[in-house]
């Protein structure tokens, strides 16, 4: 006769993301299988569980509850102590309370694939339903208003559930036990198709959407985060229009295809880049091009090597990718080739924020859409689609948001004072803007906000910063932003804090670019710092965007920095890169060239203002000598977006490296001073009588290789710090950060570069945040929570 184990009981509280991945299902299933009795609920802090049972069962759900959780989820912290036992009959989930919020909320992520299975089958009750979802995918940050993560605290609040649903909602075996955007096309939201005059078109909205589609119409379609703007491909007016109507001449759009088999006429794909495709969280990734891909895609990313291409990630989508291919039962479809390629670009005027609701289509996509594919559940928060890019074996990012954002970047350990970590709010920059919280050991890095040179954007921002401080609920302690007084980034943080009563703290810009790679990745000591983009103001007045620092913390030290060249016209140089080659000119002492080699509109005025000094502010930039190479070169000499000449100055370099390897260095193509400046007018005067561009290009990127090798080499030996954290928009140059890597870590140092984050400005809020947490971690400031007023 065996002698039962005597009962052990146990508070248990589970922190991370938690809410909305099926983590109270998971926890009473386990419950049934260990045999044990209590409760479980939804807090403002995460999960809260009461378990009693056999000491060996409690012991092995507090181990399984980290390495058995969900899919979605993010186990932080499992923290147990005793309690009473108590008499329950069973295991139970019980209502959510509510309080001050610790847990955090999930990002959006594609339908899984139970989900599709349901969707393609004709028996299914939710076949063809366009809004499937369980606890394992769907909407979450987007569509949530507050914490803790509950139906009446979404979205979905309007929907309720019809008998059917909320049975499964109820059924604790069943993959939508408390899945709280649940729903069927009985009492879940409805698609609706509208012209453009917004007036219903009749019939079934994905089968008349397709049909406008191939029949070369552009539709506005209500995503998860905003609409995008979607057309044919595979139609070259229908693509030029929506160049046309979006006023984007030649910035590449993305494509969303069904599979990725469905990209071999297009794209070349590594397994990693698969794997990037198919991930849940959707990104659109950059892939190689194949040859003649960009006559089969006329328009969709002029004569670039580079394809911007999506999967499905909504329903909707898929729907939409199903009716092309003939409405088949089944899934099987997904994994064959399809033949509808679809542009999918954000639903924006140029470089505002994304369109949300019709209420906004209707005023700002007027003469762009010709249809809007639209339903009627809300989206809370705006979110754009992440971009990323291959590198080595794994990936860069471009632009983090959905699918990523606002997950927590977890930051290292509160400090040695041992006082409670404040919480910052930090602006950012005032391009690819975006916003950070941070609470206690994490930071929260908001989505995509973008440029602020216009007054939704601007708008934007604001509300960008009252979500996160609501959703996260924090109330700052102090408010950082960029060093720069006219950021419009700078004046909205300056404001908030005056109408909180708030210190604020001005971080130079290029400190940040370094402080959010430490952040990210937990380094607190000294460290080497090169920040290498476009422009930053830097602590002397001048504009900054080549530096070599030593950062430690809240601290940091200019050690040197790119020789400075004259930016003729001021900004317009960012604009028009043969600016910035006609300064290289000037440098070399052939003003007079100027005139003859560019024969551009302006270009004597151009020569004067730089012989007379005359608005020609002088910059330490990258940026600007990238600019300068691709306009000595001929590639680019008036930018039509953003980064455009460096890309044309890569590609070419690109080419040539693939057809013949790395050319060597020039010799002597750069000078680096006693005082730390480096000086690459060397190189970029070997560009003038180039006969074979690529090759130039080529040579001048194994040059700035092995010169910022160089550099950061001397310094270490003066310095003794063996560790370099990089970070500007510059290192998305895929050429330059394999190679510099490269070479650095043969030459024994340490790299940290941006994982979690992207090396570009979308990076400064978090490096903000980072350096103000480090200038308070000796003071004694404690963090207030709660609603922000």
Not at 492 to 521: K, N, S, W, Y
Not at 587 to 599: H, S, T, W, Y
Request: glycine share 8%; net charge negative; proline share 6%.
């Amino acid at each position: 006769m065996t002698t039962a184990l005597p009962l052990v009981a146990r508070h248990i509280r589970v922190s991370g993301i938690v809410q909305g991945v099926g983590f109270r299902p998971f926890v009473w299933r386990l419950a049934q299988e260990l045999k044990l009795t209590g409760w479980v609920r939804n807090d403002a802090q995460g999960v809260e569980m009461a378990a009693q049972g056999a000491e060996p069962q409690v012991a092995e759900l507090l181990q399984r509850l980290r390495t058995d959780a969900p899919p979605l989820a993010r186990v932080d912290a499992v923290q147990a102590r005793e309690a009473l036992v108590e008499d329950w009959a069973g295991f139970s989930i019980i209502d959510s309370i509510q309080g001050r919020a610790v847990t955090a909320i999930g990002p959006d992520v594609a339908v899984c694939a139970d989900c599709l299975n349901e969707l393609f089958d004709p028996t299914n009750r939710r076949w063809r339903h366009a809004f499937i979802t369980c606890t394992h995918c769907g909407p979450r940050f987007t569509v949530t208003r507050a914490l803790p993560y509950d139906r009446p605290q979404t979205s979905m609040a309007a929907f309720p559930l019809c008998p059917a649903c909320g049975a499964e909602y109820r059924a604790a075996a069943d993959r939508r036990f408390h899945a709280e955007t649940t729903c069927c096309p009985q009492c879940g939201p409805t698609l609706a198709l509208l012209d453009a005059q917004h007036q219903t078109i009749q019939g079934d909205p994905i089968e008349r959407t397709l049909h406008l589609l191939q029949n070369g119409k552009i539709v506005a379609i209500k995503g998860l985060g905003g609409f995008h703007l979607a057309c044919d491909a595979r139609n070259p007016e229908a693509v030029a229009r929506l160049r046309f109507t979006k006023n984007r001449e030649e910035k590449p759009f993305a494509v969303m295809l069904a599979n990725v088999a469905s990209l071999a006429p297009y794209a070349q794909v590594s397994d990693a880049e698969r794997a990037l495709l198919e991930s849940r969280e959707r990104p659109i990734v950059l892939l190689r091009a194949r040859p003649g891909g960009d006559a089969a895609l006329c328009g969709v990313a002029p004569g670039l090597l580079w394809l911007g291409v999506m999967l499905p990630t909504t329903p909707i989508h898929f729907l939409l990718l199903h009716e092309a291919a003939g409405r088949p039962a089944g899934s099987a479809w997904t994994n064959k080739p399809q033949a509808m390629v679809l542009v999918m670009t954000s639903a924006n005027p140029g470089g505002e924020p994304i369109v949300r609701d019709m209420a906004e289509a209707r005023t700002r996509l007027v003469g762009i859409a010709d249809a809007y594919l639209d339903h009627d559940r809300d989206i809370v928060a705006r979110c754009d689609d992440s971009v990323v890019r291959p590198l080595g074996p794994g990936a860069q990012f471009i632009r983090r948001s959905r699918g990523y954002a606002p997950v927590a970047i977890r930051l290292p350990h509160a400090g040695p004072s041992g006082l409670s970590r404040p919480c910052v709010l930090a602006f950012g920059a005032h391009l690819k803007n975006t916003v950070c919280v941070t609470r206690g050991d994490e930071a929260f890095l908001s989505p995509h906000i973008g440029d602020l040179d216009n007054a939704a954007s601007c708008d934007f921002l604001n509300e960008t910063v009252q979500r996160l401080c609501d959703l996260i609920d924090v109330k700052p302690a102090v408010v950082a932003h960029d060093l720069h007084p006219d950021d419009y980034s700078t004046r909205a943080a300056l404001e908030f804090a005056d109408r909180h009563g708030l210190p604020t703290l001005a971080v130079q810009h290029h400190h940040a670019h370094i402080a959010a790679v430490c952040a990210e990745h937990g380094w607190q000591g000294p460290v080497l710092g090169l920040a290498l983009d476009g422009v930053g103001l830097g602590t002397d007045g001048s504009a900054w965007g080549g530096e070599l620092l030593k950062v430690d913390g809240a601290h940091f030290e200019r050690l040197g920095h790119l020789s400075p060249l004259a930016m003729p016209g001021g900004d317009r140089c960012a604009r028009e890169p043969w600016r910035m080659a006609a300064s290289v000119l000037h440098e070399l002492g052939r003003n007079a060239d100027i005139v003859e080699r560019f024969q551009e509109p302006g270009a004597d005025t151009v020569a004067a203002m730089l012989q007379r000094q005359f608005n020609s502010p002088r910059t330490s930039s990258m940026g600007r000598v990238f600019d300068a190479a691709a306009g000595l070169l001929g590639l680019c000499s008036y930018m039509k977006y953003e980064a455009q000449a460096p890309v044309l100055l890569e590609q070419c370099a690109t080419l040539f490296i693939d057809n013949q390897g790395w050319p060597a260095a020039m010799a002597e193509g750069w000078t680096l001073s006693d005082r730390g400046q480096l000086n690459l007018l060397p190189v970029l005067a070997s560009l003038l009588g180039a006969s074979d561009v690529n090759q130039a290009a080529a040579r001048f990127h194994a040059t700035l290789v092995a010169a910022l090798t160089d550099w950061v080499l001397q310094a270490s030996a003066a310095t003794g710090l063996r560790t370099l954290a990089w970070g500007g928009g510059c290192f998305l140059n895929t050429l330059l950060s394999s190679g510099l890597r490269q070479n650095l870590e043969q030459g024994g140092i340490t790299v940290l570069a941006p994982v979690h984050t992207s090396p570009g400005d979308g990076s400064i809020a978090l490096g903000q945040a980072w350096i103000a947490l480090n200038s308070l971690e000796t003071k004694d400031v404690s963090c207030t929570t709660g609603q922000s007023d």
